[in-house]
């Protein structure tokens, strides 16, 4: 057999390897409520917060940290919108939804110039929970995004 053939198959194999790999996470994703009766998305710490509607207008909140290199943040509904973005914080924030803070250490400067810029309007985004997104944090240890938006019903 041609040693092309072998290498074909090698990396063939390791495509399907990697396919799996994927949609077994995609499985794995739980959604439950947590004891408030928020709903939770434990992969992704994402809070849906139904307790704060009023109106055509609502508040939902993402978490992020660097264990998931990315967080998405998005409204209940797909034809809602992002209205505004109420608190972000790259580095160490603490706090519950509608009850954020921001850690001690200082979250870069372009943190909410660059969440507007990609959430704003939209039904959903995904930031990385990275520097390379949001520019160096001071923060040495347990890094994460924390983004709370109010979204707007059509």
């Known amino acids: 057999m041609d040693t092309s053939h072998c ?8 495509l399907v390897l990697f396919c799996s790999f994927l949609f077994g996470l995609a499985s794995n994703m739980n959604i439950s409520d947590d004891a408030r009766g928020n709903r939770t998305d ?3 710490k994402h809070i849906l917060s139904s307790s704060n509607q009023h109106g ?13 290199p990315h967080t998405y943040v ?5 034809k809602d919108l992002i209205a505004k973005i109420n608190f972000v ?11 954020f803070r921001h850690g ?10 660059l969440t507007k810029k990609n959430c704003l309007e939209k039904n ?3 930031l990385m929970v990275s520097n390379e997104m949001f520019g ?18 059509p």
């Not at 055509?56 to 998931?68: A, D, F, M, P």
């Not at 944090?137 to 019903?153: E, P």
């Open 7 to 14: 290498r074909h198959r090698g990396l063939i194999f390791l």
């Open 74 to 78: 998005k409204c209940h509904n797909p």
């Open 124 to 126: 959903k985004c995904m």
């Open 136 to 153: 160096t944090t001071q923060c040495k240890a347990d890094i994460q995004l924390f983004v709370q938006i109010t979204c707007r019903k």
């Open 42 to 44: 434990s992969n992704r």
């Open 89 to 99: 914080d790259y580095g160490n924030p603490t706090g519950e939804c509608g009850k």
């Open 56 to 68: 055509k207008e609502y508040i939902t909140c993402s978490k992020g940290g660097l264990e998931v």
């Open 104 to 113: 001690k250490c200082g979250t870069p400067p372009a943190t909410m110039r």
